[in-house]
């Protein structure tokens, strides 16, 4: 199994700040985690408010544990409350469904890591996490959605 390069990790990370900046989000906190969830990089903006970390690390924890991003796991969590409860409690509370986290993939496919983004609108972290992997030449589940269940998706027409 391939992982994500500390150089890949800084640029995602960076590529997402810097957009931020550029769209006058909230100060960000970003941060890139290997298959396991094992840290791999953080930043934190100045101003960035308490406990970024946490939300960062459970966005990217949300898309790892579960293969898809984070904003579908906090739509499973609407759908299924009881089922994402346990799952949420069965990971020691580190699942934090709420948009932000997006699995970053390789060329073929394969995940590599996840990105967490916190510290404005739901959807502008989605925006800037998807941002950053591009920016890092890497892929998202949308890219390799046409590869269907060779990288565990279901295949688009």
């Given at each position: 199994?391939?992982t994500?390069?500390?150089?890949q990790?800084?640029r ?6 810097e ?7 909230r100060p ?12 791999k ?6 101003g960035?408010s ?9 966005k990217?924890?949300a ?11 906090r739509?499973?969590a ?10 949420i409690?069965?990971s ?10 997006i699995?970053i993939r390789?060329?073929g496919?394969?995940?590599i890591?996840?990105?967490?983004v ?15 992997i591009?920016?890092?030449?890497l892929?998202?589940d ?16």
């Amino acid at each position: 199994m391939t992982t994500i390069s500390l150089a890949q990790a800084e640029r995602i990370i960076d590529a997402a700040i810097e957009r931020g900046a550029a769209l006058n989000c909230r100060p960000l906190s970003v941060i890139v985690v290997e298959p396991g969830c094992k840290v791999k990089a953080f930043k934190k903006e100045d101003g960035s408010s308490m406990i970024r970390f946490e939300m960062a690390y459970g966005k990217a924890y949300a898309a790892l544990s579960l293969g898809r991003s984070s904003k579908l796991v906090r739509e499973r969590a609407q759908e299924k409350p009881i089922f994402m409860r346990y799952l949420i409690a069965a990971s020691g509370e580190q699942i934090f469904p709420e948009g932000g986290g997006i699995l970053i993939r390789d060329h073929g496919g394969e995940v590599i890591g996840a990105v967490g983004v916190t510290g404005d609108t739901e959807d502008r972290d989605e925006e800037l996490a998807i941002h950053g992997i591009h920016a890092a030449g890497l892929k998202t589940d949308a890219d390799c959605a046409g590869m269907g269940r060779a990288v565990g998706l279901p295949k688009t027409k």
